[in-house]
C-alpha cells in the first residue's frame, strides 16, 4: 500500500549546488528527501554526511542519461508513495574552459545531459505529480547572457510564444549539428555548449508551465532558477556563493505555498522574478 506521505526528488545530488538543496529540503519540507545519484557509493557516502548532520535524507540510484534508471525511479515513487510532489532538476554537467574536448563533442555531450535527459526526467515523473506539485528546473544566468548572443532570428524561435518541446528539440538539435559541421556561429549560435544547454533549459521551463496550466490538476507550479555563481566542483570553486546559498532559491521554489500564482513560469534568481530575454 502506498504511503500519502509527500516525497521530494532531487537529481544530481550527492554534491554541490544538489547536496545544499537536499541539506535545506531535510530541514524545512514536511516529507520524505530524496537524494539522487549515478554512482551508489558516492551517494550513500553523502546520505551519511548529512545524518552526521541528524539529517534524514533518503537515497535512490538515478542516472538521467540511462532512461531505464528514471523508470526504475518512477516505479519506486508509484509503489512506494503513490505520486510525486516535489521535483528538482538539477543535474547537469559542464566542460572546464580548459578541457581539450573539441566544441562540436562538448554541444552533443552538454545538450545530451542537460537538456534531453532533463526532458526525459520530466516526460517519465510528470506523469506522477500530485495537485500542488512544484517543479524547480535548475538553470543558469549564463542563459540570459547566452541568448543575448544569439542572433536576433535564432532569439526570435526561442522567444516564440507559440514554441512547443519539439519545436525546442528540433532548434538544439540543429545546434548541435551545426556545432559537428562548425558552421553554429554562422547559423546564429554563440559558441558556449553549456550556455546553449541552460537557453534550452529555461525556454523548456516556460514551455512546461504553458503546458501544465491546462491540466487537471490543480495548482502545479512549475519555474526555472538561476542559483548564482556557487562554489563547487561545476565553477572550478570560483563562486562567491556557498552550496546553501546556491540552494536558497531552489528551495524557496520547491517550497512555494498552496495556490501560488507568482512566480509560476517565471526565471527566478535571488528569489526574485527576472525578466529573462
Known amino acids: 500500500m502506498a504511503s500519502s506521505r509527500k516525497v521530494a526528488v532531487v537529481t ?23 537524494l539522487t545519484s549515478r554512482d551508489e557509493g558516492r551517494g550513500q557516502t553523502a546520505i551519511a554526511d548529512l545524518n552526521k548532520e ?14 531505464s534508471s528514471i523508470e526504475q525511479l518512477k516505479s519506486f515513487l508509484l509503489s512506494t508513495y503513490g505520486g ?31 537538456v534531453s535527459a532533463t526532458l526525459d526526467v520530466c516526460r517519465i515523473l510528470f506523469p506522477l505529480l500530485r495537485p500542488h506539485a512544484r517543479v524547480v528546473n535548475v538553470s543558469s544566468f549564463v542563459s540570459q547572457m547566452t541568448i543575448q548572443k544569439c542572433s536576433p532570428a535564432v532569439q526570435g ?20 549539428d551545426a556545432a559537428k559541421a562548425g558552421k553554429h556561429q554562422d547559423l546564429g549560435f554563440p559558441n558556449s555548449a553549456y550556455g546553449m544547454s541552460k537557453v534550452a533549459v529555461t525556454v523548456m521551463s516556460f514551455i512546461q508551465d504553458r503546458d501544465i496550466r491546462k491540466d487537471s490538476r490543480e495548482d502545479i507550479v512549475i519555474n526555472a532558477c538561476c542559483p548564482g555563481y556557487v562554489d563547487t566542483d561545476m565553477s572550478s570553486h570560483k563562486g562567491p556563493k556557498t552550496i546553501d546559498q546556491g540552494a536558497d532559491t531552489p528551495v524557496y521554489l ?17 528569489r526574485t522574478i527576472k525578466q529573462w530575454e
Open 12 to 34: 544530481g545530488s550527492n554534491k554541490g549546488i544538489g547536496f545544499g538543496i537536499v541539506r535545506a529540503l531535510c530541514k524545512s519540507y514536511d516529507g520524505d528527501v530524496f
Open 54 to 67: 541528524g539529517l534524514q535524507p533518503k537515497f535512490h540510484q538515478l542516472d538521467i542519461n540511462d532512461r
Open 84 to 114: 510525486l510532489d516535489v521535483l528538482v532538476n538539477n543535474a547537469g554537467i559542464a566542460y572546464k574552459q580548459a578541457d581539450p574536448a573539441p566544441f562540436p563533442e562538448q554541444a552533443e555531450v552538454t545538450c545530451k545531459t542537460n
Open 157 to 176: 524561435r526561442f522567444k516564440d510564444p507559440s514554441l512547443t518541446m519539439d519545436g525546442l528539440e528540433k532548434i538544439m538539435q540543429e545546434f548541435v
Open 254 to 270: 520547491a517550497l512555494l505555498p498552496p495556490n501560488t500564482t507568482s512566480p509560476k513560469g517565471n526565471f527566478v534568481s535571488d
